[in-house]
C-alpha cells in the first residue's frame, strides 16, 4: 500500500480560543495530504479540475485523539482505504513530533462534472488514474 | 426528543471553485446549530467556557448528500443523539429550502478543563446541565 | 446616504488562541455588510453573478480599535463611501452592544468578467445598479 | 533591510466561487510571511505569546493587483516598514512564479498583556527583541 507524508505548517488562524486547532482544520489538512497524495501518483488535481471535473466528499469521518497546539510541527500521513472504480477512500493520520496519531479519519469521494455534479466513472473515463489507485492499493510501499 | 432548526447564513467566503459550499464548513454550522441548542436548554456556551472548562469533538461524521450553493436558505437542525453523563453526542441535518436534508452528521463531545484538558463529568460536576441533556433526550418536542 | 445596519453571528470557529476574533474575518464581516447593503438596494449579488460578472476587491483598509469576544452582539455598519461609476468603495463599522465602533475599514470593488477578469463600467453595462449607487450616496437615510 | 521570503502552500478551501484565492485569506498568508520574518530573527512567535503577551494587529491595508488561483506556486516577502520601540508596521508582497507582486499590503502591531490587553513597550520590556528589529531595519541583507 502506498502511504505518503506530507508537512502541514500550522496556521495561527487555525487555533481558537480553547488555545488548540479548531476541529473543522482537520478536514483541511486531510485535503493537503490527498493532494500530494495525488501528487505522488503522477497527477495535479488542478489539473484535474480544469477537465471539467470535480472531486466532491460524499463522506466524512473523524477521530481527535489529542489536541495539536501552534508552534508543533506535525506532518498528515495519506494513504488509500478503499477504491471500486466509482468511489475511492482515502485514510488519514495527522502524526505529532512524537509520531503520535493524534487525528485519523477518512473522507469518501467521487468524480462529478463540474456543470451538473453528475457522476462519472474514474475506470471507463480516466484509466490511468484508474490504474494508479489500484497500484496504490497493492503496493510495497 | 428536543429538536431545535437555526438558521445559517451562507457566506460567500464558504464557497470553493467547485461552486459550492466547501465541506468543511459544515462543521461550523453543526457548531452553530449546537450552540443554539444549548441556548435552548438555557445555557450560553461562552459562560460555560468561563468557568474554565471547554468542549472538545472527539468524534465527527458527515455525509454529504448534496451541495449547498451560495445564496440558499439553510437551516440546521440539532438534537441529542446520545448521552451518559460523561459524553455527548449531538446529531445535526443541514436543510435547504425544499427541506432536504442535504448534509447530515453528528458530533461526540467531551467536557475538560481548559488547563490540562482533563475529563470532567458533567453529571457530577453540573447537574442541572446533565438534567438538561436527560430531558432533552426524552422531551416530546 | 444610506445606511445598512446587519447583525453579525459571531462564530467559534472564528476566535483564535489569544481570545478574540481573528483579524482576517473583519473582512469576511464586511462582506456580509456589503452583501446585504446591496440586497437592500434591490439586488442580489449571487444573481449578478450568474450573469458572468464577479466583484473582486482591489483594496482593503482596516482599523482595529477593540477586540471582539466570542458571546458578544455585534452588527456591521455599511455605507458607500465613493463611487465613479467603475470603482465603488464601501465603508464599514463593526458595532457592539454599546454601540461603539471597535473595527472600521473599506473595500474598493471593481466588476468583471468572471471567464478572463476583464473590467465591466457599471455605469454602462448596470445602468440600474448604477443609479441605485448614486441614490445611495445621497440619500437622506 | 532585512527580507524573508516564504513559500505559501495554496490550499483549495482558500478559494471561492469566483474560482481564486478568497481575498481575507492574504492576511493569513501575511501572518505566515510575519513569522517567518520574526524566527529569522532568532525569535519563536508561540514561546513570545507563552509568557503572557500577544500581538495584535491594530491597521492593516492591502493591495490586490491580480488573482492567485489554486495550482500556483506562490511566496510571501516580508520586511519591516516601520519601528518606534511600541507599535512594528510589516510590508508584505506575495509574489507569484513570474516574480510578479501580486498583492501587497501592511499590518501594524503593537505588543499587549493577554489578560488585559493593556500595552507593553517592546523596547522596554524585551530589550533582544527591540535590537532584533532596529537591526533588521537596518540591514544591509
Redesign the interface.
Known amino acids: 500500500m502506498k502511504v505518503t507524508e506530507t508537512p502541514i505548517?500550522v496556521?495561527?488562524?487555525e487555533?481558537?480560543?480553547?488555545?488548540?486547532v479548531?476541529?473543522?482544520?482537520y478536514?483541511?489538512w486531510f485535503?493537503?495530504g490527498r493532494?500530494a497524495f495525488i501528487e505522488a501518483l503522477g497527477f495535479?488535481?488542478?489539473?484535474i479540475?480544469s477537465q471539467g471535473i470535480?472531486s466532491?466528499?460524499?463522506?466524512?469521518?473523524?477521530?481527535?485523539a489529542k489536541?495539536i497546539?501552534?508552534?508543533e510541527e506535525v506532518r498528515v500521513k495519506t494513504w488509500i482505504k478503499d477504491y471500486d472504480g466509482l468511489r475511492v477512500t482515502y485514510g488519514y493520520a495527522i502524526l505529532n513530533e512524537q509520531d503520535e496519531a493524534t487525528v485519523t479519519g477518512s473522507t469518501k469521494h467521487v468524480i462529478v462534472k463540474?456543470a451538473n455534479?453528475r457522476p462519472v466513472s474514474i475506470r471507463r473515463a480516466y484509466p490511468d488514474w484508474h490504474h494508479a489507485y489500484v497500484q496504490a492499493m497493492e503496493a510495497d510501499v
Chains 1, 2, 3, 4 share one sequence.
Open positions: 505548517q496556521r495561527y488562524q487555533t481558537d480560543q480553547m488555545g488548540v479548531y476541529h473543522a482544520n478536514l483541511v485535503e493537503i493532494t495535479q488535481y488542478h489539473e479540475e470535480v466532491p466528499v460524499v463522506d466524512a469521518d473523524i477521530h481527535f489536541p497546539r501552534y508552534g463540474k455534479f
